[in-house]
């Protein structure tokens, strides 16, 4: 038998009302914050991973799905939404619309990684992107949206990290101080990290290998090296989520992922498992280096598998699949024609109806009804038909009824 690849994961139909639930309930909190979606191609060029997510990053050194077309070009299934949607800002004149511009996406993402717990290689996000004000103001908005994701899908226990990582002015005396540590053992930390050591040292410090980690004790913070700029912006920030009331905790250690990221960054990560399910920062380098004007901007992803889990966890009853509301059983022509005509009708006037469509036994037709939790069953042969009249039962109570064979008499009694 051919298998899935590894890494990936069927999403059943006995599942994926859940999938719809989150992606409903998500589509509501961005869209009343005036977010509009979009959508990018499943594969670019790979240079705009290479350059936009940055040459440092385990995404790139690792993780790219990355072939040679038949044209000889070098693609890459996407691994990531933010290269892509800033891509396109640019390619299509985005910049002339209304400022800030706010986008939001929920598309799959492709990652070569070590598959384990909550480590897929086909995965999908849910991310935002709002391009266009370097104000901190956005980057709580930001933040806030993401919380109220958590609240709406009444999940608990989700802890909010935050840094700054800084600009690339005061990085680079940072990044200065930061070398100095890390000299004296370079020789002992794993390849990966030696090739990161001249160009981005701070990706090091989110390198996952132990014995580098306990390097990295004592390492020098970003935190004591921030220009003005990007101390007062970090402290506007931090003060109006005080307002807010929204807890969070200083984690000098969160560098993310991707190297685009300047000042803000943060990780909402589940206490129950330790696992991070949204991560997210400002990116004020990134429109610039694949091309645009010199613009700021800010977002975040949520991996939608870990969302899920947790969802699950939290809500197992919440939310339950659709069940017919009414299934016509049917036996003989006239019976069969009539049921067909009233199912479609019922459709059209947005009911969930159902019939036979594997020419069945009346019996077959009812275990089939009861089996799908039909709400209403009606029965109808010939002489219903001809008088225009049957039972309804109401598969609930037992109650059983005469009716109309006519939609309205149907939705009347439903
Ligand atoms: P990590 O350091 O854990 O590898 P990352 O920096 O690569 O994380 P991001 O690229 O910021 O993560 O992705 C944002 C979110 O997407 C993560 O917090 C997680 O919920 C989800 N995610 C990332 N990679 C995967 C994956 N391979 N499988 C499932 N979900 C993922
Ligand atoms: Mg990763």
Redesign the pocket.
């Known amino acids: 038998m051919i298998q899935k690849p590894k890494?990936t994961r069927d999403i059943l139909p006995s599942e994926i009302y859940k999938w719809q639930y989150i992606e409903d309930k998500v589509k509501r909190v961005f869209e009343n914050a005036g977010m509009k979606e979009i959508r990018v191609p499943v594969f670019e060029n790979t240079e705009l991973f290479s350059r936009g997510v940055g040459e440092t990053?385990?995404?790139v050194q690792k993780?790219m799905y990355t072939f040679e077309d038949k044209g000889g070009r070098s693609i890459t299934l996407r691994?990531?939404g933010t290269a892509g949607v800033v891509r396109s800002y640019i390619e299509n004149g985005m910049a002339s619309l209304a400022t800030p511009l706010k986008l939001w996406y929920e598309m799959a993402?492709y990652?070569y990684?070590n598959?384990q717990k909550?480590?897929?290689?086909?995965?999908?996000?849910i991310?935002t992107e709002v391009i266009g004000t370097q104000s901190y103001l956005a980057d709580v908005e930001v933040i806030y949206l993401g919380m109220q994701i958590f609240k709406v899908l009444n999940i608990p226990n989700i802890s909010l990290n935050i840094n700054s990582i800084g600009c690339p002015k005061c990085r680079a005396k940072y990044q200065d101080a930061l070398r100095d540590f890390i000299r004296p053992n370079l020789d002992k930390y794993c390849d990966t990290c030696k090739t990161r050591f001249e160009k981005n040292p701070m990706r090091i410090l989110?390198c996952?290998e132990e014995k580098c980690k306990e390097m990295n004790q004592g390492a020098p913070q970003i935190l004591d090296y921030l220009c003005d700029e990007c101390s007062d912006h970090f402290e506007n920030v931090k003060k109006l989520l005080k307002e807010l009331e929204i807890d969070y905790k200083i984690d000098s250690g969160i560098v993310?992922?991707?190297d685009y990221y300047t000042k803000t960054v943060f990780?909402?990560v589940s206490e129950d498992d330790g696992?991070?399910?949204?991560?997210?920062g400002r990116y004020d380098g990134l429109v610039k280096e694949i091309g645009g004007q010199d613009t700021p901007a800010v977002g975040?992803?949520?991996?939608?598998?870990?969302?899920l889990e947790i969802f699950n966890k939290y809500n197992p009853d919440l939310i339950k699949d659709k069940t017919i509301d009414i299934y016509i059983a049917n036996i003989g022509e006239s019976a069969n024609i009539c049921a067909t005509k009233l199912v479609n009708d019922l459709r059209k006037n947005d009911v969930f109806a159902e019939k036979d469509i594997c020419e069945r036994s009346l019996k077959a037709q009812f275990k089939y009804a009861d089996k799908q939790g039909a709400k209403f069953v009606i029965t109808i042969g010939d002489d219903e038909v001809k008088n225009n009249e049957a039972k309804m039962k109401n598969m609930v109570t037992g109650e059983e009824f005469d009716i109309k064979l006519t939609v309205e008499d149907i939705m009347n009694n439903m």
Do not use: C, H, N, S
Not at 118 to 125: K, V
Not at 300 to 307: D, H, N, P, T
């Open positions: 890494g990053t385990d995404v993780e691994p990531e993402m990652r990684e598959v909550g480590r897929l290689r086909e995965f999908r996000q991310g989110d996952k993310r992922g991707l990780e909402f696992l991070t399910v949204l991560g997210g975040f992803a949520m991996g939608v598998e870990r969302l």
